[in-house]
Structure formats: structure tokens, C-alpha cells
């Protein structure tokens, strides 16, 4: 694969895997380095990629799997896992400040990583469960349970914030 | 006829010193490989929905388009190349007798959009696009009347203020 | 509807199909809603928000100059995540009509879907910045006001041409 190809094929690819890091790193800076260096990887197996069927799949299992090293890594540096460290804000405080859509990505965010990623994959990047399936390791059957418990999270926490505003409302 | 002959020759050249001037700016930094230019002739109509918010309804104005070129650099503003692409750019519509249609700024993106009529149904518009770290030059040329022109950009207004 | 209700609970327990998901965000942002369904659009709209959210810092590239590279050493170039949105044509055709061409990082790509694809994102993300500006539409008739260069400009008079 020349030069060429290959930009062409990644930065056709690069908001995908920009937002797929940024889910999983949850920072838009160790986002954009994420790309960059497994822009830099692939171009070294660059000879290699003109075997594979499914270019977008296997740079997102690619980019998943060099995000969560990263997070590994952090972890056996940190006292505290990354994950571990974002802490669910005040709901009070929460509401007040935003608007609903910026308050649901941000339950999206408070997500386990699974969870996370494979309900982005899906709804906005609308990807098909085989496809998630092999980007994950995982079996169809058990991406659609984390598929359904990430939705059903999002969906009681929309309602609880719901009820939260109803009850401020006729305080007011 | 000698003095109508000489207003018609005078009108040519300064169409075509007009036209050569936005055509040389595209010529000049086009292969410079620091830039990115892209051309795009007969493949115009299947473009038909990227011009969705900003022609409504209008296939036959898509139609009456003839090209569209696009100059993008990708550089700080302050460096030079920036600064001598955008110094062009300025000159040409200054001097080209461009009218500015809409401008319009989002966070830290200005867009301007101008056009002109040269001739008879000459059409140019740009659109020049200004960020932090990148440039871009669209050129729409046509063949289109002034009121053709002015429905689209109505269209564009229209739009705009009956957002929000 | 009720059929809008089932197909909610679906989605909840993962099993709708793409299609049906397309279907159901439809209907949700179609404003003609149930009123216990209203609370839904949210979602939908965060999934849309999220799609734009492109890499917005220049992302490098990697290029090799003439295809030709000593021992491995890799030229990084700057490259601006717009070029970064398209979508493009996996491989280089046959030249095609010579006005559709790109020219990126001085390579010809005569690809008329590329360059189309090219001039459609460009095209897609004024409009974008069109639609969220509040600016109103400057009076058409007022030229010389209106035109406000860019930057400052070199204090010249126009020649006459003759």
C-alpha cells in the first residue's frame, strides 16, 4: 500500500478513531495523540494492510486496544485508576448548569468503557453488531447485553434527572 | 462603432483580467504542495445535496454551474504563505469588483461569501473561509443572470434568519 | 402509537435492528411525538452532537516524498482535520474528466468521486457554519460598506484598465 492508499484510507478514517479514543480516554488531547500514534503504527505494517478485508474494522479494534494499554499503563503508574477517578458529579448542580443533550453525553461518558464504546459504535456511528462483535472480542449476543444494559442505564438516569427537575420546578 | 468597438474590447479585457486574476491566485498557489486544491467540473450535479442548506431546491441553478475550484492551506495565520494567500484573496476582491453577500462567524470560523457577475451571465462566487490554523478558497463559477445569483443567496439569507 | 412504544422497549433491550433504529430516531425527532416519549429526542440529538465531534487540532499525517524513504524515516506533515472528514475512494482510478482532480500535498489524484467527495465536505461544513451563525444577511445593495477585507490592506488604488 503506497502512501497515498494509505492516507487517504486512515484520514478517511481519523474522526471515526478520533472519536472512538476520545469515548475511551475521555480527553480530546490524548485523543488526537491516540491517532497520531497508531496513524504512525499502521504505517509501519503499512505492507501488511493490503491483506485485510476490513480496513475500518480491524484501525477501530486497533485504536480500542492501544487506548485501553494506555489506560493500563496509567494504571500501574497512578495510585488511582483513571477510570476510578471520574467521579459522578451533583445532580443538582448538574441540571441547573446544562441542557439535557450535553447532560446525557455526559452519562454516556460515566459509563463503563464497554458500555460506552459499544453504544457509540452503534448509535452514532451505526455500526452493525458483527462489526462491534470483532472490534470488542466479543460474541454478537454478548455486545448486544452490554448494548442493552448501557441503554437501560442511560435511560434511568435521564429519568431520574427528569423527576429531579419536575420536583425543582414546583419547589419554584 | 469605433468607440462601441473599443468598450467591447475594453470590456473582454477587463473580463478576462478579472477572471485571469482568480484563476492565477488558484494557478499560483494550487501546486504548491503545501496547499490542497481541488477541482471539480461535470461531477457538479451529483453534489446536489452538499449544496442543500445554502440553494434550496434549485437542481436547475446546480445545473447552470460550471465548476467548482478549492483552495485549502493548513498553516498558523501568522505565518508568511498564510499571510500572502490571504493578502491575495483580499486583492482579488477588492479589485474584482466583488459584492459580499452574507458573512457569518461561528466560535472561531468567519465565512464570507462574494460574488459578482461580469458580462452578460458570468457568474463567480467565493466563499472564503477563515480559522485558526486553516484557509480555505471555494470558487463557484456559472453561467447565471444577477436576479439567478440573487435568488441564491436569498435562498442562504432566507435561511439564516429563519433559524434560531 | 403503540408500535413507536414497542419498538422503544427493543431498543432499550438491544435487539433492534439498524433499520429500526433509524426508524425509531425518525419518528422521535419528527416533533409529532407522544408525550411520553418526548424525553427521548435528548438522546437522539446527543447521538447526533457526538457525530460532529471531529478532531478539530491539526492531525499529523504521514507522507513519504515521492514515495521514496531512507532506512524507515518518515516525513510528519500538519494536516487539518477537515481534510481529515472525507470520505474517500479506496483506490486511485483512471483519469477521468480532467477538470475533476485533486492536488494534495502536490500528488494529482484524478479521481472525479474524490474530488467530488472533497467539494461536498468542504461545502457541508460552510453550511454548517451558516446555520449556526446569527449574523443577518448584509443589505445586498451595499456594496462598498459591506465589503470588509479580511485583514489589513495595502492602501493602493485600483488601476484602470485600458
Not at chain 1, 459499544?118 to 462489526?131: F, H, K, N, T
Not at chain 2, 452574507?102 to 472564503?128: P, W
Not at chain 3, 506533515?77 to 483506490?91: E, K, N, Q, T
Not at chain 3, 477585507?149 to 485600483?158: A, C, H, N, Q, V
Request: proline share 2%; aromatic share 6%; net charge neutral.
Amino acid at each position: 500500500m503506497d502512501s497515498i492508499q494509505f492516507n487517504t484510507q486512515i484520514i478517511a478514517l481519523s474522526d471515526k478513531l478520533f472519536r472512538l479514543a476520545k469515548s475511551i480516554l475521555r480527553n480530546s488531547d490524548a485523543a488526537q495523540d491516540a491517532v497520531q500514534d497508531l496513524s504512525l503504527k499502521l504505517w509501519e505494517k503499512r505492507g501488511k494492510l493490503d491483506e485485510i478485508e476490513n480496513i475500518q474494522a480491524f484501525t477501530m479494534r486497533s485504536m480500542r486496544n492501544l487506548c485501553l494499554d494506555a489506560i493500563r499503563q496509567k494504571h500501574n503508574e497512578d495510585e488511582f485508576p483513571a477510570e476510578l477517578e471520574f467521579v459522578e458529579p451533583n445532580p443538582h448542580q448538574q441540571i441547573e448548569s446544562k441542557d439535557l443533550v450535553t447532560r446525557i453525553r455526559e452519562m454516556i461518558d460515566e459509563l463503563p468503557e464497554l458500555q460506552r464504546t459499544i453504544i457509540r459504535m452503534r448509535d452514532v456511528e451505526g455500526m452493525e453488531l458483527s462489526e462491534i462483535a470483532y472490534i470488542t472480542s466479543l460474541t454478537e449476543n454478548a455486545v448486544s447485553v452490554n448494548l442493552s444494559r448501557g441503554r437501560q442505564k442511560i435511560k434511568d438516569k435521564i429519568m431520574k434527572e427528569q423527576k429531579i427537575v419536575e420536583e425543582t420546578v414546583w419547589k419554584r | 462603432m469605433k468607440k462601441t468597438m473599443t468598450l467591447i474590447a475594453v470590456l473582454f479585457i477587463v473580463a478576462a483580467i478579472q477572471a485571469q486574476t482568480l484563476q492565477s491566485l488558484f494557478d499560483k498557489y494550487g501546486n504548491d504542495e503545501r496547499f490542497e486544491y481541488v477541482s471539480v467540473g461535470k461531477g457538479m450535479m451529483n453534489m446536489a445535496s452538499a449544496f442543500g442548506g445554502m440553494v434550496k431546491n434549485d437542481k436547475e441553478l446546480i445545473s447552470k454551474m460550471t465548476g467548482i475550484k478549492i483552495l485549502t492551506l493548513n498553516q498558523s495565520s501568522d505565518s508568511p504563505l498564510m499571510k500572502s494567500v490571504v493578502r491575495d484573496m483580499d486583492q482579488i476582491v477588492e479589485k474584482g469588483n466583488f459584492e459580499t453577500a452574507v458573512e457569518a462567524r461561528e466560535k472561531d470560523q468567519k465565512v464570507h461569501i462574494y460574488y459578482r457577475i461580469t458580462g452578460k451571465d458570468n457568474a463567480d462566487m467565493l466563499i472564503v473561509t477563515k480559522e485558526k490554523n486553516e484557509f480555505n478558497v471555494i470558487w463557484i463559477s456559472g453561467k447565471m443572470s444577477k436576479e439567478e445569483m440573487m435568488h441564491t443567496f436569498s435562498s442562504a439569507g432566507g435561511m439564516i434568519n429563519s433559524l434560531g | 402509537m403503540e408500535k413507536m412504544s414497542e419498538l422503544l422497549e427493543k431498543y432499550f433491550r438491544g435487539e433492534t435492528s439498524l433499520a429500526e433504529e433509524k426508524e425509531l430516531k425518525k419518528y422521535i425527532l419528527s416533533g409529532n411525538v407522544e408525550p411520553e416519549h418526548v424525553v427521548y429526542s435528548s438522546l437522539f440529538q446527543a447521538f447526533d452532537q457526538e457525530k460532529n465531534d471531529n478532531a478539530v487540532v491539526p492531525l499529523k499525517k504521514i507522507v513519504s516524498r515521492n514515495h521514496m524513504f531512507r532506512n524507515n524515516w518518515v516525513k510528519i506533515v500538519s494536516y487539518s482535520g477537515i481534510a481529515a472528514a472525507l470520505l474517500l475512494a479506496l483506490w486511485i482510478q483512471r483519469p477521468q474528466h480532467s477538470d475533476d482532480f485533486a492536488i494534495i500535498l502536490g500528488n494529482k489524484i484524478e479521481n472525479q468521486e474524490y474530488a467530488q467527495k472533497y467539494a461536498t465536505a468542504k461545502l457541508t461544513k460552510v453550511n454548517n457554519v451558516l446555520k449556526s451563525s446569527m449574523e443577518p444577511l448584509q443589505s445586498l445593495n451595499d456594496v462598498k460598506r459591506s465589503l470588509k477585507p479580511l485583514r489589513t490592506m495595502p492602501d493602493f488604488k485600483s488601476e484602470t484598465t485600458e
